[in-house]
């Protein structure tokens, strides 16, 4: 079964959880009336995690930058009630530090009812900002606003890609991304046969060996959106797909291949990344754009990241998802959330 691109609320069995499928700039759904489940999200925290290293040449973890900009976004939520609404909770993701991304906590505004708002870790790769909310009412709603500065930096051609080699063995970590994961089915026979017809040459360069997965992908399954999204088996059947469909065949076609493999999610766009060893051995995760101007081992790409990875398993949720997605818990009906992420005035 296909999804639509934006859907109506996902409802989880035994309670009254709203999440949404696929990440907007901003989006308003409401949520139907279901039993009460709570959100529980682990330590808190104020700081966004994983900080990059910045070597002494200037590079940060080893890469070099074509282009840095730096932006003020507002991320948040904002919770209208149509009646009194007690005991909200609401997680929502917000921009974490990447190598190619550093996210600086500017300012931080909250409703009256909202209690204290707590950042934590989502793995694999998201920050997730949960709050409960004592009540919302039709006079006075709920809204979290974020706003933070993120200097964003866009990846330059490595030098030498081509001593860079594939791992015998995935890196503590990365074993997830060779498992099959929400619309990527990297397991199915039909992924090992569409790989299979990929004239990949044994004996090249790891880089090149992966450069000529992309470029047939490219040739092969040319971009077309589609209002639902679709698995990859569906994407072969079809013959198209747009960034997400493009995405997951080319992830799905690296697992395949024992390649750790994952996708990158920027405000309404989405592309891969995979991982090889670097001449010194270490792990890098090297991007490559499947729907639009052809980059491979570089990224044109200024709008934040809002996560990494494509298995998600969202508090409060009995499924996994593709991504970290807003989600409201409440006993209430009536209830309207809205996800913002925005650029700050």
């Known amino acids: 079964m296909s999804l639509p691109r934006h859907p109506g609320p996902l409802i989880a069995p035994g309670s009254h959880v709203l999440r949404f499928v696929r990440l907007t700039i901003m989006a308003t759904i409401p949520v139907a009336n279901w039993g009460l489940a ?43 009630s149509s009646g009194i609404a007690r005991n909200v909770s609401v997680a929502f993701p917000v921009p974490q530090d990447w190598p190619e991304q550093t996210v600086t906590l500017l300012d931080q505004k909250t409703s009256t009812r909202v209690g204290r708002v707590k950042l934590d870790p989502l793995p694999p790769g ?39 080699q594939f791992f ?27 790989s299979q017809r990929i004239p990949v040459e044994a004996d090249d360069p790891a880089w090149d060996q992966v450069e000529t997965i992309y470029d047939w992908l490219r040739d092969q399954f040319p971009y077309k959106f589609d209002e639902e999204i679709k698995t990859c088996l569906q994407a072969i059947e079809q013959g198209h797909g747009d960034c997400e469909e493009l995405s997951s065949l080319f992830i799905a076609v690296c697992r395949s291949r ?72 409440a006993r209430d009906p009536g209830l309207m959330l809205r996800y913002i992420c925005r650029p700050a005035n």
């Not at 909310?133 to 490595?158: G, K, M, T, W």
């Not at 074993?175 to 199915?188: D, G, M």
């Not at 639009?292 to 996560?307: C, K």
Request: aromatic share 8%; hydrophobic share 40%; with cysteine.
């Open 38 to 80: 709570l959100i529980v999200i682990g330590a808190s925290g104020l700081a966004f995690s994983h900080a990059a290293a910045q070597d002494s040449d200037g590079t940060i973890d080893g890469w070099q930058w074509s282009t840095t900009e730096t932006s003020v976004w507002e991320v948040g939520v904002e919770i209208k």
């Open 126 to 164: 998201a920050t997730v900002a949960t709050a409960r909310i004592a009540v919302i009412s039709p006079d006075e709603p709920a809204s979290i606003l974020f706003q933070f500065q993120n200097e964003r930096r866009c990846h330059a051609l490595p030098d030498s890609p081509r001593s860079w």
């Open 168 to 194: 015998p063995r995935a890196p503590v970590g990365t074993e997830q991304f060779l498992r099959p994961s929400p619309y990527i089915e990297s397991n199915h026979v039909r992924i090992r046969e569409l």
């Open 258 to 329: 024992g390649i750790p493999a994952r996708a990158v999610w920027v405000v309404d766009h989405t592309y891969p990344e995979f991982l090889l060893s670097d001449g010194t051995g270490q792990p890098r995760w090297v991007p490559v754009q499947m729907a639009g101007t052809r980059l491979f081992g570089e990224m044109i790409e200024l709008r934040p990241i809002l996560q990494k990875g494509d298995n998600f398993r969202v508090p409060g949720s009995q499924q996994n998802t593709r991504y970290a997605q807003p989600t409201l818990v």
